[in-house]
C-alpha cells in the first residue's frame, strides 16, 4: 500500500471477443434467423412463476415435460414409437457414451467405430476405458462384416445410418438389419447417433434404425446443437424398454451434467411448436444454401474440387481433383483456406489411422449465398497460389 492507503491494481486487459465465423465453418448452423423472440417468451413464461417441481429434486432422466416433448417428436419425425420414460436428458454426445459405457458395457470392451468418423466419439469412448476399433465406411456407410473380420468380439458399435459424418452416406436398410442381426446374436449394442438427421431436403426423414429393432439391441443418441444452437449444451439417450431398471439403479450415482434452468423452456419451445417450424424453415434455407454452394464450386473451382450434392445435413465434402492432389495435401489446402481467410477440415483429420482420402469438409448452413460464392472465389484463388 503507498502513503495515500489506496493499492495500486494492475489494469485489467479488455476480454478477447471470439473471432467471427468463416465460411466454410462446418460447427455453424444458420444463427440470426433462430426465433429468439419466441424462445426468449418460453424462457420468461418458465421463469418468471415456475414450476414448484423445478426448485425441488428433479427426476435425474431430466425434466418430464421435456422427455414427452422429445418423444413426441421421435414418433412424428423418426418414427420412433419411444415413451417419455426411456428418454435420459444429457448435456451431449461425449455425456451420453459415458452414461451407455456405465450401464451397459465394461472396461476393456472392444467397440467398432466409423473410419472416417467424429473424433469426440473415439475420446469419449477411450475417456470411458473402453477400446475404440475405427471401422471402415464405404459407399453404404458401415459394414459390420468387414468390421468383424478384424474384432469378432466387439460389445458395441457406434454408427450414423441416417447420415454418416463427415461422409454423409446413408446406410441402406440392409446393412441396418445385418447389424442389429450382429447385436442380438453377439448380445451386444449398436448406439445410433441421429446426427444431422432433421436436415433431409428430400422427401421425409429416414426412420430411425432403432424403430427397425424388436430386440433391445438399439440404443438412440440424439442432440440439439445443430438444430437450436451449441452453447444450448442438451442432448439426450433413448434407451430400450429393458434396460430401463438397470439405468434406473444407476442414475443416482451418475452425475448429470444438463443444465435444468434450459429444459423447460426447450420444452415449452418444442411443446407450442415453434421448433417444428424452425426446422422446417432452416430445411429450406438449408438445401437453397448447398445449391448455392454446388454452383460457385462449380463455376470457380471445378478445376479444383469435385463434389456432388447430398440429399441431407449442412456440410459438403469436396475432393481434391488429381491435379490438385499431385501438388498438395488436404492439410496443405486447409492451411492455404485459412491463411486466406475462410475454413475448411481436411478430410484426412477425420481417420484415427493413415488416412484413405483426401478432401475438404465445407460447411455451408450458417452462411449467405453471397458469403458462400465469396468464400469459394478466396478459396479457389489459394489453392492456385
Known amino acids: 500500500m503507498d502513503q495515500g492507503g489506496a493499492d495500486i491494481l494492475p489494469e485489467k486487459a479488455p476480454p478477447v471477443a471470439p473471432a467471427p465465423l468463416q465460411p466454410f465453418d462446418t460447427s455453424a448452423p444458420e444463427l440470426m434467423l433462430f426465433p429468439y423472440r419466441q424462445w426468449a417468451r418460453h424462457h420468461d413464461q418458465t421463469w418468471r ?16 415435460p421435456l422427455r414427452e416433448a422429445i418423444a413426441d417428436h421421435l ?68 459394414d459390420i462384416k468387414t468390421a468383424l473380420q478384424t474384432t469378432p468380439r466387439a460389445k458395441a458399435a457406434i454408427v450414423t445410418p441416417s447420415r454418416h459424418y463427415p461422409l454423409g452416406v446413408t446406410m441402406p436398410l440392409s446393412r441396418r438389419l ?8 453377439r448380445n451386444a449394442y449398436v448406439i ?41 449444451r442438451l442432448g439426450f439417450v433413448v434407451f430400450p424398454k429393458s434396460m430401463l431398471p438397470k439405468v434406473r439403479s444407476s442414475s443416482p450415482q451418475i452425475d448429470q451434467q444438463a443444465s435444468l434452468m434450459l429444459q423447460p423452456v426447450l420444452a415449452r419451445f418444442m411443446h407450442s ?6 426446422i422446417r424453415r432452416m430445411r429450406r434455407l438449408y438445401a437453397k444454401r448447398q445449391v448455392a454452394a454446388l454452383q460457385a464450386i462449380k463455376l470457380h473451382a471445378a478445376d479444383l474440387l469435385i463434389v456432388d450434392p447430398v440429399p441431407a445435413g449442412m456440410h459438403l465434402v469436396a475432393n481434391l481433383t488429381p491435379d490438385l ?61
Open 49 to 64: 412463476r415456475p414450476d414448484a417441481a423445478l426448485l425441488s429434486r428433479v427426476d435425474p432422466f431430466g425434466w418430464p
Open 75 to 142: 414418433r412424428e419425425w423418426r418414427g420412433l414409437p419411444c415413451t417419455a420414460d426411456q428418454i435420459f436428458i444429457t448435456s451431449g454426445v461425449v455425456e451420453a457414451i459415458g452414461l451407455i459405457a456405465a450401464t451397459t458395457l465394461n472396461e476393456g470392451d472392444d467397440v467398432l467405430t466409423e473410419e472416417p468418423g467424429y473424433a469426440v466419439l473415439n475420446r469419449a469412448v477411450h475417456h470411458n476405458r473402453l477400446v475404440s476399433v475405427p471401422s471402415p465406411v464405404d459407399q453404404q456407410g458401415f
Open 273 to 278: 411448436g415453434d421448433f417444428a417450424i424452425h
Open 192 to 232: 445410433e447417433d441421429d446426427f444431422d438427421s432433421e436436415y433431409r431436403f428430400q422427401g421425409q426423414p429416414l426412420p430411425a434404425m432403432m424403430s427397425l429393432s424388436n430386440q433391445d439391441r438399439v440404443i438412440y443418441v440424439g442432440s440439439f446443437s445443430k438444430v437450436i444452437f451449441s452453447a444450448l
Open 325 to 385: 492432389q499431385s501438388r498438395m495435401s488436404d492439410t496443405e489446402a486447409a492451411k492455404r483456406a485459412k491463411s486466406a481467410g475462410v475454413t475448411v477440415q481436411p478430410l484426412s483429420s477425420f481417420f484415427a489411422g493413415p488416412p484413405m482420402r483426401q478432401g475438404l469438409v465445407m460447411g455451408f448452413a450458417g452462411f449467405s449465398e453471397e458469403q458462400l460464392e465469396n468464400g469459394v472465389r478466396v478459396l479457389a484463388a489459394a489453392l492456385r497460389a
Open 178 to 185: 445385418e447389424l442389429i442381426e450382429w447385436a442380438v446374436a
